[in-house]
T-cell receptor, first 114, second 115 residues
Framework: KNQVEQSPQSLIILEGKNCTLQ??????????LRWYKQDTGRGPVSLTI???SENTKSNGRYTATLDADTKQSSLHITASQLSDSASYIC?????????????WGLGTSLAVNP | GAGVSQSPRYKVAKRGQDVALRCDPI?????LFWYQQALGQGPEFLTY????????KSGLPSDRFFAERPEGSVSTLKIQRTQQEDSAVYLC?????????????FGPGTRLTVL
């Protein structure tokens, strides 16, 4: 069964600290993996998209890694800010032909405290 | 620039009532998606349009759910005879074309509460 599992479920850190969120997937075939940020009451916003041939991609203070062999990805947030408080969702696309059957994780809820 | 907009942002309906949710995608985006997101869950795919054609409606949970995009831009998701289990956030997303690596841009969602 295609699944995306994320850990931790929730995380609290102090402003300015770094953190790393984990994503394990059992999706096959595999086309690409995305990380989304979803603020409360808002729609998801894409942070990174990686194909199986990419093992790292950065977007500002966000750096995603992908190990297609072990089917693991991580999202590293550097120098966290209060505005980073949100849910971070790992999403896997199994089909290279289209992106409409995405497999969504349940997300990691991050709280950045002053 | 204008992103994906949805209206209303919040809708409260009595059980049995019909509702219509609107999505205005980014201008020029060919693909449009509807998702249902229950509290604490990830979005679940409902249906997909390419221009005005509804190419995939496999995620619609019952025949009470109906979506249309008659002119290939604005889309409406209609739910007839709403039930309490329909309570969720309904997200609309659009993308420029239907390719695997194309980013989907999401609207803020409509939170539907059925009493």
């Amino acid at each position: 069964k295609n699944q995306v599992e994320q850990s931790p479920q929730s995380l609290i850190i102090l402003e300015g600290k770094n953190c790393t969120l984990q994503c394990n997937y059992t999706v096959s075939p595999f086309s690409n993996l995305r990380w989304y940020k979803q603020d409360t009451g808002r729609g998801p916003v894409s942070l990174t998209i990686m194909t199986f041939s990419e093992n790292t991609k950065s977007n500002g203070r966000y750096t995603a890694t992908l190990d297609a062999d072990t089917k693991q990805s991580s999202l590293h947030i550097t120098a966290s800010q209060l505005s980073d408080s949100a849910s971070y969702i790992c999403v896997v696309s199994p089909n290279a032909g289209n992106n409409r059957k995405l497999i969504w994780g349940l997300g990691t809820s991050l709280a950045v405290n002053p | 620039g204008a992103g994906v907009s949805q209206s209303p942002r919040y809708k409260v309906a009595k059980r049995g009532q019909d509702v219509a949710l609107r999505c205005d995608p980014i201008s020029g985006h060919v693909s449009l998606f509807w998702y249902q997101q229950a509290l604490g869950q990830g979005p679940e795919f409902l249906t997909y349009f390419q221009n005005e054609a509804q190419l995939d409606k496999s995620g619609l949970p019952s025949d009470r759910f109906f979506a249309e995009r008659p002119e290939g831009s604005v889309s409406t998701l209609k739910i007839q005879r709403t039930q309490q289990e329909d309570s969720a956030v309904y997200l609309c997303a659009s993308s420029l074309v239907q390719r695997a690596y194309n980013e989907q841009f999401f609207g803020p969602g409509t939170r539907l509460t059925v009493l």
